[in-house]
């Protein structure tokens, strides 16, 4: 027998889209669907899709036009910016193309970044990032500025940075784009093993089919309409 | 990892670009310092003023006399404590740009009246006693490496020849505020030399200056004093001493006027440079900002790293400032030791230095930690890659 999985986002008709002076150009309309806590979810779809600005609202970083975005029982689209940015820090975890890591900071730094916004002690916040650089392979190089790390490992250390507060969703917006294949595949092997070993719910954003067979569920994006369930 | 660290690093990332920043900060903090100070020394004379002593002048102009049958006469007054006469000689030592204020005065009571300057007993007594004789101040003996018993030649302009003075005093200032730089000799030698060549200006004086029981009655002693005079050939003006030193500096107030205002231009200048720093500091990190703010930062972290980074540089500045306008300072005391004979930095200056420094740093990051604090995330994180 087949489980049922409570769904962690719940979106309902929402819609967005972006003024270019007296021009309205619509990028998502009435987009409904729901993705599963512990899934690992792939968006795909063409350049100009609306595939980042849908990632973008799910993740609280971008507000809906109309439309409601539910992420574990709370919606997001009637926070303040306040109250948005207090949930970003304990509910999602962030993975981008080009890492965006500080790099003034250390990789430990860089990890520790998000849990400064906690109450936990200097010695607590120290083991959390150990243990997160361990997780994505790294803890060698903690003391490494992003300029002295290859590309893949930069990714590395920006997932540890998006796991550390161990959020509810982890969101990645072509988390292998700017990577070469060899890296590529290791930073997606991680991602999946943090969907399957620690139960993570995934939406990854990627236009490359090979990233997006990793992923359990594959939504496509077209002109703003997200296709029909496959 | 605190937030300090942060804005540390950060202010170090483009290390030529704070370098030249903490430099122009430095310069306009020593500018302002100096400016300042140039024009405290404009009023040191008015600052150095004893509100216990009244100058009375002839009430025509400066430029003429009063007879010294005054003398007695304002001494009558009651009210009057002491009185004495002094006369701008305007010597010239050697060669015209050694300039050194000088004054023939009536020695005793102009020391009573003066106790801010300060001489051995000895030496006191020996000028009091030698008609020929003069007193420096410290700076201007240290200046011409004069010492006592040394002869001193002055070359008269508004009283001609050549005039001989035998040192034998150097006194120091009491206060900080005294002018070390005069030279004062006997009116009695001036008198009996004019007699001999030029009797008409025999007996006369440039101004008395009264020594007063109580400052409170100033005003009305002044006026006892022109009273007596009033209807004579010589009237007179009497007035404070601290009114009487202001009358000089507001013939050239427009010159202080100017270097208030220049010194100002110069903070308003800095401040646009430091603003134009981070302005494009904050330009090229906006992308982090966005991330920052993604992270779950508020705008208040983001404004307090702007900030705190502004900061940095304009107190960086500040310091290296202050520290240089001392030396500094000095050294133009020295070289323009006669025309300013109290040159020092006030502490009024250094907290002037320290609030210009902190508005520049202020004011310089209002505008980019307006901007990187309003960004909206999604439009910060198009700005990278």
């Known amino acids: 027998m087949t489980e049922i999985k409570q769904p962690i986002v719940e979106i309902r008709n929402l819609t967005k889209s972006y003024r270019r002076g007296i021009q309205v150009i619509p990028v998502l309309e009435n987009i409904n669907f729901d993705i599963p806590e512990g899934e690992f979810l792939a968006l795909m779809g063409p350049s100009g899709s609306g595939k980042s600005t849908l990632l973008n609202l799910i993740a609280g970083i971008d507000k809906t036009d109309t439309g409601t975005v539910m992420v574990g029982g709370l919606d997001i689209t009637s926070m303040t910016e306040t109250e948005l940015a207090r949930w970003r820090a304990t509910h999602v975890g962030f993975i981008f193309q080009f890492y965006n890591l500080i790099p003034v900071l250390t990789a430990f730094e860089n990890v520790e970044l998000p849990l400064l916004l906690t109450w936990l002690s200097r010695k607590e916040r120290r083991e ?29 250390v920006a997932i540890a940075r998006a796991i550390v507060t161990d959020p509810t969703v982890l969101v990645a917006d072509e988390p292998t784009g700017d990577l070469d294949r060899v890296s590529a595949e290791e930073i997606l092997e991680l991602i999946a093993r943090l969907n399957q070993e620690f139960g993570k719910t995934i939406i990854m954003v990627t236009h490359d089919p090979h990233a997006a067979e990793r992923a359990h569920i594959i939504r496509k994006l077209e002109k703003g309409i997200l296709n029909a369930h496959p | 990892m605190h937030i300090l660290k942060l804005i540390f690093r950060n202010a170090l990332r483009h290390k030529l670009r704070t370098a030249l920043t903490i430099l122009g900060i430095t310069i306009a903090i020593l500018a302002f310092g100096i400016l300042r100070t140039l024009v405290s020394a404009w009023y040191s004379g008015v600052e150095a003023s004893s509100s216990a002593r009244l100058i009375s002048r002839n009430s025509i102009s400066l430029v003429f006399s009063l007879p010294l049958s005054y003398k007695e ?21 050697i060669s015209e740009k050694n300039f050194i204020p000088n004054f023939a005065v009536e020695p005793k009571t102009f020391l009573e009246l003066y106790p801010e300057y300060v001489l051995p007993e000895d030496q006191k007594t020996a000028f009091i006693r030698d008609r020929k004789s003069a007193i420096a101040g410290r700076k201007v003996a240290e200046r011409f490496q ?18 001989e003075f035998v040192l034998r005093g150097i006194y120091y200032g009491a206060e900080k505020s005294a002018d070390e730089t005069q030279l004062f000799f006997h009116w009695n030698y001036l008198n009996e030399r004019l007699k001999k060549t030029t009797p008409r200006r025999t007996d006369q004086t440039g101004v008395y200056i009264i020594g007063i029981d109580d400052p409170d009655q100033a005003a009305e002693i002044s006026e006892a004093v022109d009273k007596t005079f009033k209807n004579s050939l010589a009237e007179t003006l009497t007035e404070t001493e601290k009114a009487f030193q202001m009358s000089f500096v507001t013939m050239t107030e427009a010159i202080v006027t100017v270097i208030q205002l220049v010194s100002f231009m110069v903070i308003i200048i800095i401040m646009a440079v430091v603003a134009n720093t981070m302005a494009m500091t904050a330009r090229e990190r906006i992308g982090e900002y966005a991330i920052m703010k993604t992270l779950g930062f508020g705008g208040w972290h983001i404004a307090t790293l702007i900030l705190g980074e502004s900061l940095i540089i304009s107190t960086t500045g500040c310091v290296f400032g202050i520290i240089l306008t001392f030396p500094t300072a000095e050294y133009f005391g020295k070289t323009m030791g006669s025309f300013f004979p109290v040159f020092k930095v006030s502490i009024i200056t250094i907290f002037l230095d ?32």
């Open chain 2, 73 to 93: 006469k304002i001494r009558q007054i009651p009210g009057v404590k002491g009185v004495s006469y002094a006369i701008w000689f305007n010597g010239t030592y």
């Open chain 2, 354 to 385: 320290i609030a210009a420094s902190f508005l520049v740093g202020m004011l310089a990051a209002v505008f980019p930690t307006w901007r990187a604090v309003n960004i909206q995330i999604a439009d910060g994180l198009r700005k990278i890659g």
């Open chain 2, 146 to 163: 004069w010492k006592v018993g040394d002869t001193i030649i002055l070359k008269g302009t508004i009283f001609p020849g050549a005039w």
């Open chain 1, 128 to 156: 959390h990032v150990e243990m997160a650089l361990q997780m994505v392979g790294l803890a060698d190089r903690m003391d490494h500025y992003p300029s002295q790390l290859s590309g893949g490992q930069q990714q590395r």
